[in-house]
């Protein structure tokens, strides 16, 4: 078994770059405990593992584009940063709908005999549910996880042109299926 020096970045990136598992097995052992206590400086620990566990995804993925000049140490904790942000962000743009929502609709919410809203958001689940999955994976993430299509592309390994007929063909699908509640669904479904 050969010795593997994690701080020697060009070596460590060189290896990396010929496909050598053993070299990324090193890394990941070296780094994830590391970037999960650094991430959960910003999300849930759960979320800190997922977000390393992407960036580690993408560092295998992507090897042969390293540039051994930089370095690998901040390029992963940079990675991570940025998605721990993006993450905490996304968190806080679904906390904002949910409370214009509930402004807009308190007077109903506070009615004990409206129900209308769990029943509402029950049927848009089950509508999602029942897209077919490329269109519904590509409808969540771009409506509930903000991400581009240019993003939910590289991740599917399509084209953003593909992403954007995925998510086309489930608004249509979604605007039949609630097309009762249209009114009430504007934010969910605009384009």
């Known amino acids: 078994m050969k010795k593997i020096d994690i701080h020697n970045n060009e070596a460590i990136q060189q290896q990396l ?3 050598d598992e053993s070299v990324f097995d090193a890394v990941y052992t070296f780094y994830y405990g590391r970037l999960c206590a650094f991430a959960v400086q910003y999300v849930e620990l759960d979320d800190a593992k997922e977000i390393v566990q992407e960036v ?3 560092l295998w993925e992507n090897r042969e584009m390293l540039i051994p000049e930089m370095s690998l140490k901040s390029l992963l904790f940079t990675m991570v940063k940025n998605k721990s942000l993006n993450s905490l962000e996304h968190v806080q743009v679904k906390r904002k709908v949910h409370e214009k929502l509930y402004e807009k609709f308190r007077l109903q919410f506070e009615d004990p005999d409206f129900y209308v809203y769990g029943e509402l958001m ?9 897209l077919p999955e ?10 509930f996880d903000g991400l581009t299509y240019n993003e939910i592309a590289e991740i599917g390994g399509v ?9 086309t063909q489930a608004l249509k699908i979604l605007r ?3 097309k009762d509640y249209l009114p009430l669904l504007i934010w969910l479904l605009h384009k």
């Open 17 to 19: 770059k010929t496909g």
């Open 56 to 58: 580690m995804l993408w």
């Open 122 to 130: 029950g049927l848009v689940d089950e509508a999602i549910k029942k």
């Open 134 to 143: 490329e269109y519904r994976k590509a409808f969540e993430m771009n409506r």
């Open 159 to 167: 084209s953003p042109k593909t992403i954007a007929y995925r998510i």
């Open 176 to 178: 039949i299926e609630l």
